[in-house]
């Protein structure tokens, strides 16, 4: 498909163990971004990739979250020692250049740390 | 204090009702977006604009720069209308920082 691909769409992990969450772009783009969605909470900005600059992540919420960006398309966003509080939605977006364009956002991954 | 605020949080409409959602901001920005979210569902993209008005089908969104106000609009409303609208800002130089609001819970009723 043509839109951004996320994967898996849902994620159950036991606390302390380590996740890697994947997303796909849309081909061509070159602005990356995960964002966090806890239940009944707004949009939380982690990490932003634009072409090759180096990432943003002020919002990155702790040194057990990290993420990479190879050859500027597919994104890994880790979380090591999973805790409780990590169960969110994990959300994707890419646009065309950066905020000037529309967001395209992935159906985002749903986990949950048991 | 949000950066972004939308009202209201919540809103009932009877089907064919004139909607609108509003969204004030409080930094100075690249472009304003504005998101919809259905029950279990991604998030699409409705409108980015920077001026004016934009129109697309029963969905018109408004933004006034000067009184950093911006508005969504669904004319004539559907049930398939209920979700979720997110206003987003984004800002910095090259647009790449993002604010958003905590969203407005829109229900249709048949």
């Known amino acids: 498909g043509a839109g951004v691909s996320q994967s898996p769409s849902n994620k159950v992990t036991e606390k302390g163990k380590d996740v890697e969450l994947r997303c796909d772009p849309i081909?061509?783009?070159?602005?990356l971004y995960w964002y966090r969605q806890s239940l009944g909470q707004g949009l939380e900005f982690l990490i932003y990739?634009?072409?090759?600059?180096?990432?943003?992540k002020s919002g990155l919420p702790s040194d057990r979250f990290s993420a990479e960006r190879t050859g500027g398309s597919v994104s890994t966003l880790t979380i090591q020692r999973t805790q409780q509080e990590d169960s969110a939605v994990y959300l994707c977006?890419?646009?065309?250049?950066?905020?000037?364009?529309?967001?395209?956002f992935g159906n985002g991954t749903r986990l949950t740390v048991t | 204090k949000n950066e972004v605020e939308q009202s209201p949080q919540n809103l009932t409409a009877q089907e064919g009702e004139f909607i609108t959602i509003n969204c004030s901001y409080s930094v100075g920005i690249s472009a304003l977006h504005w998101l919809q979210q259905h029950p279990g569902g991604g998030i699409v993209s409705l409108f980015m604009l920077s001026s004016g008005k934009k129109k697309h089908g029963r969905l018109i969104a408004t933004i006034n720069i000067q009184e950093k106000h911006s508005s969504l609009h669904i004319t004539a409303s559907h049930p398939r209308d209920s979700a979720v609208y997110i206003c987003?800002?984004?800002?910095?130089?090259?647009?790449?920082?993002?604010?958003f609001g905590t969203g407005t819970s829109l229900t249709v009723i048949p």
């Open positions: 990739f634009q072409g090759n600059s180096a990432p943003d």
């Open positions: 081909s061509g783009h070159t602005a």
């Open positions: 987003a800002v984004s800002k910095g130089a090259t647009g790449n920082q993002f604010y």
């Open positions: 977006a890419s646009s065309l250049e950066s905020a000037y364009s529309p967001l395209h």
